[in-house]
């Protein structure tokens, strides 16, 4: 019984979270190809959560001694990938704001030397 309880427990908490990311996407709070990964490791944590047994047979697969430390070790890899994923479009975004700001120099400049003219 308790099991039941905290397996719907997960699943409305899961459920809400993607409530949240859908929220923010429709708001244009988050970009759709920015929250690609977020709705996939969601719906991959509402399947694990109505399907148990396949938490356990991940479980069995990696070598774990116990369901919670496979679980601990899913988690940190897609939060890894989250993270891999964001720094890739901060470093892609530095590098445009950077030949922007070049690019805005450089129109300055040619203004500049038609006002002299």
């Given at each position: 019984?308790?099991?039941?309880i ?88 530095t ?9 805005i ?8 030397d038609?006002?002299?003219?």
């Open positions: 019984m308790q099991n039941t905290l397996q719907y427990f997960f699943i409305i908490g899961v459920v809400f979270f993607i409530g949240i990311i859908i929220f923010f996407l429709r708001k244009n709070a988050l970009s759709l190809r920015y929250t690609l990964l977020w709705l996939i490791s969601a719906f991959l944590m509402l399947i694990i959560s109505i399907f148990p047994s396949i938490l356990i047979f991940i479980t069995k697969i990696l070598g774990f001694q116990v369901a919670s430390n496979a679980l601990y070790a899913l988690i940190l890899g897609f939060f890894l990938m989250i993270l891999l994923s964001l720094t890739s479009i901060v470093s892609r975004q590098e445009r704001i950077k030949m922007l700001a070049q690019a120099a450089l129109l300055e400049k040619r203004l500049r038609i006002e002299e003219k």
